[in-house]
């Protein structure tokens, strides 16, 4: 066996000579907030990726929910599944693209962070806190800026704070805007696969331009949309869908939030949720020495303590403290 080195400018030359005009070049970063000496191996984006792949808020995400809360059905998509799956989507259109396949790993890796227990309905019960929307996007910046600092680059930070659709001004980046696309495709793709798991809705229920269009649903959907991510962006020199496929996934999209996420049978675990996240926040504002140190930010305000606390518990944890809060054992 044979094997060649590979350093770190070997790499930086790999991207100048085969990334596309597009792509993000490591060596061009606008850099971490402390500077640092250069890994003698990886890129910058390489170490980011890294760093994030061992944070312990990237672990967090095994136990927080996707869609169903708390599932015990083993094949339920968790945050960190889905997590993986944009990965994989968001690196296979920044190959397919000639962009920076590290750059966009590490920033599919890192957008969804920030996400509080119980899903986007957690984020939601936060928000009644602050006086403006609680973002998981900001609390992801928050992460690895302030509680568990990460000194990432400029450019993974910028992909994280604007992976979300409704975040202006959109990711500096092409590869982050990959993520935002990858993202899209993960979720309304396995999310269909849940909610028939579960029986909410069955394949016939789907609209037919979906079906017509991308085929059964699972992996003949992702490749679809991924290629028709790739051609588009091709055509029009930006990162884009085929407007046909984009038309569709927005139809797709109304469908879920229709007949999953917003169906009325939901409405009594989203105020279940309501009650554990606001029980919990109204605790610690009386009692702060129930937060541990180690979430503890000595320079935050108590109610931004409280919320970091919160909004960093995974589904199971935050249910085992409320038990025992509020439900001690041998009380009914």
């Given at each position: 066996m044979e094997f060649r080195r590979r350093t770190r400018r070997e790499a930086e030359r790999l991207e100048r000579e085969l990334l596309a005009p597009a792509a993000s070049q490591s060596t061009k970063s606008k850099g971490r907030q402390v500077d640092e000496e250069p890994d003698p191996y990886r890129t910058a984006f390489e170490r980011d990726r890294d760093r994030i792949l061992h944070s312990k808020a990237f672990r967090r995400l095994k136990h927080k929910t996707q869609v169903f809360i708390n599932p015990e059905d083993d094949h339920f998509v968790t945050r960190l599944t889905h997590t993986l799956q944009v990965t994989q989507i968001g690196r296979s259109i920044a190959a397919f693209l000639s962009l920076n396949e590290p750059l966009t790993e590490a920033?599919?890796?890192?957008?969804?962070?920030?996400?509080?227990?119980?899903?986007?309905?957690?984020?939601?019960?936060?928000?009644?806190?602050?006086?403006?929307?609680?973002?998981?996007?900001?609390?992801?910046?928050?992460?690895?800026?302030?509680?568990?600092?990460?000194?990432?680059?400029?450019?993974?930070?910028?992909?994280?704070?604007?992976?979300?659709?409704?975040?202006?001004?959109?990711?500096?980046?092409?590869?982050?805007?990959?993520?935002?696309?990858?993202?899209?495709?993960?979720?309304?793709?396995?999310?269909?696969?849940?909610?028939?798991?579960?029986?909410?809705?069955?394949?016939?229920?789907?609209?037919?331009?979906?079906?017509?269009?991308?085929?059964?649903?699972?992996?003949?959907?992702?490749?679809?949309?991924?290629?028709?991510?790739?051609?588009?962006?091709?055509?029009?020199?930006?990162?884009?869908?085929?407007?046909?496929?984009?038309?569709?996934?927005?139809?797709?999209?109304?469908?879920?939030?229709?007949r999953v996420y917003l169906r009325p049978e939901s409405e009594a675990h989203k105020r279940q949720v309501f009650t554990i996240i606001h029980e919990l926040v109204d605790y610690l504002l009386d009692d702060a020495a129930r937060i541990p140190d180690s979430y503890r930010h000595p320079e935050a305000s108590h109610l931004t303590q409280v919320i970091d606390y919160v909004a960093g518990m995974t589904d199971r944890y935050a249910l085992r403290l409320h038990d025992t809060l509020f439900r001690p054992e041998g009380v009914d």
């Open positions: 920033i599919c890796l890192g957008h969804d962070v920030g996400h509080a227990p119980f899903g986007h309905t957690g984020e939601d019960a936060l928000a009644d806190y602050v006086d403006a929307t609680w973002l998981h996007s900001q609390q992801g910046l928050r992460i690895f800026q302030v509680l568990e600092p990460l000194n990432l680059t400029w450019e993974v930070l910028d992909g994280i704070r604007a992976h979300s659709w409704k975040i202006d001004p959109p990711p500096a980046t092409a590869e982050g805007i990959v993520c935002r696309f990858a993202d899209r495709i993960a979720y309304l793709t396995h999310d269909v696969l849940d909610a028939m798991r579960a029986g909410i809705i069955s394949e016939a229920d789907l609209p037919a331009a979906a079906l017509a269009r991308f085929g059964e649903p699972g992996s003949p959907w992702i490749a679809a949309m991924i290629e028709a991510v790739i051609e588009e962006s091709i055509a029009t020199a930006t990162v884009a869908m085929e407007p046909e496929c984009l038309e569709v996934m927005h139809e797709l999209r109304d469908f879920m939030f229709d």
